[in-house]
């Protein structure tokens, strides 16, 4: 049977999630903390990883911080931002050796919660707001980071897909902010709005590995038990928005690749009943070699040099993305078409039934044999209070035959077609 993360709840509202286990040679920790996705939030909130890995009061530099994680037998400490439908969230994570490993006289958790708690709650400040040095510092890195999507053309193209596709809708904005947004933040205002977030948004804390769980929460409750007045409340993501009529998008760029992103509307989300049929449906149209996709439009037509699909589980949202020759647009759109039919009709062979099976399940077994992504897959279950375990989520995927995928398949309706060509 497999272990599942025992929740408790901090006096001051922080939610703690544990996982005693041997499974793994290391200590994994992740703090999240939940934001609403909005407009005037999103570059602030994507801003603070940045600024907030920069230093404490105890750990001034990058350098200072670094030797202090090599001495606690090489901890990795990283911070980064997420989006999970239309909830923006924080992550800070710490990675540390297993006690088992270690002399019997050293506490490496202890040690290494007083740098999360340092790293958290005691961000480098002067005059009011973080130190002036380092936030001039960072404006200037978001700003790369953000220009350097445009590079990558085919996570530019899905991302302008989306935007474009809900355009009317939070979850247009991208999760690392707004470039003209970023000469305007204030190292006093936003280290207000950060200290009001530690205050009122939703907190969770995460543990696995070995470890004793009283002792823990004990330890957690001591470093992060401070006083909190819990009160911002996460808006729900909207999904159930009809599609009046297909968009087409066509967007010109100095590109040696035309890059085709269709999105579609599944309404179907990680809390229905159909989910699992929908990942299914995924994967039989763009999840692998054996895919719809793949076989008629890159292996027997030769039209693209890449293409799959892949569900947004959050918004209810499908992403087809391929990269072509820019002639062969209409005719790689109408196979592509024609694959999404054919799953609506039942139209699936075995082997692509299999294949699909095998591949996610696959996939599930890699997750629980990763600490860091087992708390991910936790975490997501978490934020659409879901209690299931990989087990649980396996046995799902054994039991979805064909009529299921169909069923959940019927509901995919295209929204918008973006294709990135050459000027």
């Known amino acids: 049977m497999e272990k599942i993360f025992t929740k408790k709840v901090l006096d001051n509202g922080i939610n703690v999630y544990l996982l005693p286990t041997d499974k793994f040679k290391t200590t994994n920790i992740k703090v999240f903390i939940h934001q609403n996705l909005e407009e005037d939030l999103v570059t602030k909130t994507a801003f603070l ?25 090489g901890a990795s400490f990283g911070t980064d931002v997420l989006k999970k439908g239309e909830r923006h969230i924080l992550q800070f994570r710490l990675d540390l050796v297993n006690s088992n490993f270690l002399p019997d006289n050293v506490n490496l958790l202890k040690e290494g919660l007083d740098v999360l708690k340092e790293m958290i709650l005691n961000p480098l400040t002067e005059n009011g707001g973080f130190k002036r040095e380092y936030f001039e510092q960072e404006k200037k890195v978001l700003k790369r980071h953000i220009q350097s999507l445009f590079d990558n053309k085919m996570q530019y193209a899905i991302e302008r897909c ?69 009160g911002e ?107 999404l039919e054919d799953i609506k ?37 978490a934020i659409v209070d879901k209690q299931e375990t990989i087990e649980d989520f396996i046995e799902k995927i054994s039991n979805v035959g064909v009529s299921d ?7 995919i309706t295209l929204d918008t077609i973006y294709f990135l060509t050459r000027k």
Do not use: W
């Open 162 to 230: 989306f935007q474009e596709m809900c355009k009317e809708e939070r979850f247009s904005l991208y999760k690392y902010g707004r470039l003209e947004d970023i000469d305007d933040l204030d190292p006093s205002e936003l280290y207000t709005y950060y200290k009001d977030m530690l205050s009122r948004n939703p907190i969770d804390i995460y543990a696995i590995g070995k470890l004793d769980e009283k002792q823990t929460y004990r330890l957690i409750q001591e470093k992060f038990g401070f006083e909190r007045h819990a």
């Open 49 to 73: 990883p940045f600024i907030l890995r920069r230093g404490s009061f105890k750990f001034p530099t990058t350098q200072q911080l670094m030797l202090h994680l090599d001495n606690l037998y």
């Open 233 to 339: 409340k996460i808006k729900p993501t909207l999904i159930n928005k009809d599609v009046e009529k297909v968009r087409e998008i066509v967007e010109k760029h100095e590109v040696s690749q035309g890059k085709i992103s269709l999105g579609l509307r599944t309404y179907t989300t990680y809390e229905d009943d159909d989910y699992y049929a929908l990942l299914m449906a995924s994967g039989v149209l763009g999840g692998g070699p054996h895919s719809k996709l793949f076989q008629n439009v890159r292996e027997k037509a030769s039209l693209a040099y890449y293409i799959f699909s892949k569900v947004e589980k959050f918004k209810g949202l499908m992403i087809i993305s391929s990269g072509i020759e820019f002639k062969n647009y209409s005719k790689a759109l109408d196979i592509i078409k024609k694959q």
């Open 345 to 381: 009709r039942g139209s699936i062979t075995n082997q692509e039934l299999e294949g699909t099976r095998k591949s996610i399940i696959n996939s599930l077994k890699e997750t629980a044999d990763n600490p860091s992504a087992l708390i991910g897959f936790y975490q997501d279950g």
């Open 405 to 411: 995928i169909k069923r959940a398949s019927e509901k």
